[in-house]
């Protein structure tokens, strides 16, 4: 009677493969073994429903579940379209723990009966303590096979070898030995990173991305991996890519690997490829600043885009009365959510006010005194010699280091990770590294690497920066590239009155006469400005900008780790409109 139900039944296969190193022809013999393995049970289908996935991971979750063979296996499953599932091994299902689970709940949901080559039947006694111990080994097996793998990946990187497809201005040449594939080298195309170079110098004017694409494609510059054209969110990767800095970046998110920190979170290993750099750790930076758009992106007509704190939540303000005034965002949608700690109405300033607040500023960082101070620094840099600039280095990299340490110990006491932190961490990683290497070079050269630079700053006049910035001569994206670089910190505090509004801005008079010679700054100290803003009651407004404070000799942040953060405690209302 057995034999006659059996001899009566339709039959659901399902065959996968998980890797390129293995051979398509795995599917084929999958399911010639499970077909041989229920007839030797004495099941004659009628009916043969077979799903497969070739070169898809069961592990994964992402992967688990996007895998459209095993998709239709679950749809006929729910609609009842098979008596018995033969499977070559259970890990063929998957091996993703959530996954397992929910197939071991079809199994008692339903009658359908799970039949594997390797000799594990539902039908049988105590099979599902067998499943779920089946289970468990391929988890494992998928666990330990990661580990290795990623483990041998990090050996050829640490080797000087390269693991990944070549990026655009780069061509990969295999190397042998014995016969053998031991590794992968790149190699710079000259031709293609001249190209590298115009894009990081494009992005760094405030170009966005989308106009870079656009660039791109009117250029007739082939995509990388047999593309169609090129889009911003293309060229965004490929300008963030560290290789073109002479790094290669490994995100250690393996919980085996001894590179964690002490709290389990995955950490970044950094390996040297200083014969690929293609642009400086300047360019390279001044391309990632986010500060060039309040999206990233490149986009806005204002030129204060992206620039302005608020004082109260620390978010970037954004453009609004169609873009006659600038208001904080984030404050307004808690203030609408009932944040008890939300200012009472939104911090909001108008262009005009700004206008007027930045043609303040300029002119009073860059009056006569203070042009004398900074031809004064310049002048002593020049004196001191590749020694006094090795003693500067030398400072800047124990700042940095006692900053990253800082960074370190409020990471590992979050209960939760902390996105801002950890990206502030990377950010202070990366110009530490850069100012290791620009100490690395001076004591190999024993040559100072900015007297060139120097002597062009003492020969030009800063005021002429004024002008240049306020005369409507530069486009929008050029010129808040330049002013987000100008001024670290620009921060709306807040209000007084109703029509009185204060500011911190921080300006960096080191990068004004470096813009100005398209040289290298090499003057890090900020002068902070702290200003009130007043308005007539009466229209046409009437302004009147007035100096509170202000401080010179500040050691400035490094460029693109300056946040509101370290600003002192301020309370921000609604703010002149």
């Not at 992005?203 to 990388?224: C, H, Q, Y």
Request: aromatic share 6%; with cysteine.
């Amino acid at each position: 009677m057995r034999e006659k139900l059996e001899s009566a039944l339709i039959v659901a296969v399902y065959a996968r493969y998980s890797d390129d190193s293995q051979s398509p022809m795995s599917i084929e013999d999958q399911i010639r073994r499970v077909l041989e393995h229920a007839r030797r049970l004495g099941i004659e289908p009628v009916k043969v429903l077979k799903f497969t996935d070739e070169d898809m991971s069961g592990y994964k979750k992402r992967d688990a579940y996007a895998r459209p063979g095993f998709n239709g296996l679950l749809e006929s499953w729910d609609a009842g379209a098979f008596d018995v599932l033969l499977v070559d091994e259970f890990s063929r299902l998957g091996r993703n723990p959530r996954q397992l689970l929910e197939i071991v709940e079809r199994l008692d949901d339903t009658r359908v009966r799970l039949i594997c080559a390797d000799g594990l039947d539902s039908a049988a006694p105590g099979s599902r303590l067998a499943i779920n111990f089946k289970g468990i080994i391929a988890q494992e097996e998928s666990r330990s096979t990661s580990h290795r793998v990623k483990r041998g990946m990090v050996g050829q990187l640490t080797r000087g070898f390269m693991m990944s497809p070549p990026s655009f201005g780069y061509r990969a040449e295999r190397q042998f030995e014995g016969g053998r594939a031991i590794g992968t080298h790149w190699h710079v195309i000259e031709e293609e990173a001249k190209v590298v170079r115009r894009l990081y110098e494009m992005r760094s004017k405030g170009m966005a991305f989308d106009k870079i694409a656009r660039w791109l494609n009117d250029s007739d510059v082939e995509t990388p991996r047999d593309g169609r054209i090129w889009r911003a969110a293309g060229v965004q990767r490929l300008l963030s890519n560290p290789i073109y800095r002479g790094e290669v970046v490994w995100k250690t998110d393996d919980v085996q690997s001894s590179a964690h920190s002490e709290n389990g979170r995955p950490v970044m290993q950094v390996f040297e490829r200083p014969h690929l750099r293609i642009v400086s750790d300047e360019l390279w930076a001044s391309a990632q600043s986010e500060k060039i758009s309040r999206s990233g992106y490149g986009g806005g007509r204002s030129q204060y885009s992206g620039l302005i704190h608020c004082g109260h939540c620390e978010n970037i303000l954004s453009s609004t009365s169609k873009g006659r005034a600038f208001s904080c965002g984030s404050c307004g949608a808690n203030r609408l959510a009932g944040d008890p700690l939300a200012p009472t109405s939104v911090p909001t300033v108008s262009v005009a006010g700004l206008n007027e607040v930045l043609s303040f500023a300029l002119e009073r960082v860059m009056n006569d005194e203070r042009i004398g101070q900074v031809h004064e620094r310049l002048r002593e840099k020049l004196s001191q010699g590749p020694e006094g600039e090795l003693a500067e280095l030398r400072k800047k990299h124990d700042r940095l280091e006692k900053a990253g340490q800082h960074l370190i110990r409020l990471i590992c006491r979050r209960d939760q990770p902390d996105p801002l932190l950890e990206e502030e961490y990377a950010k202070t990683s990366t110009e530490l590294r850069s100012i290791e290497r620009q100490i690395k070079v001076l004591q190999t050269t024993q040559a100072s690497m900015s007297k060139r630079d120097l002597a062009a700053q003492l020969g030009v006049n800063p005021k002429s920066l004024i002008k240049k910035l306020l005369d409507g001569q530069l486009p929008a994206e050029r010129l808040r590239a330049v002013l987000s670089q100008l001024f670290p910190k620009f921060i709306f505090l807040g209000r007084e009155s109703r029509y009185i509004a204060r500011f911190e801005i921080h300006f960096a008079p080191g990068v004004a006469v470096a813009w100005l010679t398209e040289t290298k700054p090499v003057i890090d100290e900020c002068v902070v400005l702290r200003i009130k803003l007043i308005g007539s009651a009466r229209r046409p407004v009437r302004w009147e900008v007035v100096e509170e404070v202000a401080e010179v000799g500040t050691p400035m942040c490094p460029p693109g780790n300056c946040h509101v953060a370290c600003v002192p405690d301020a309370t921000a209302e609604t703010v002149l409109s």
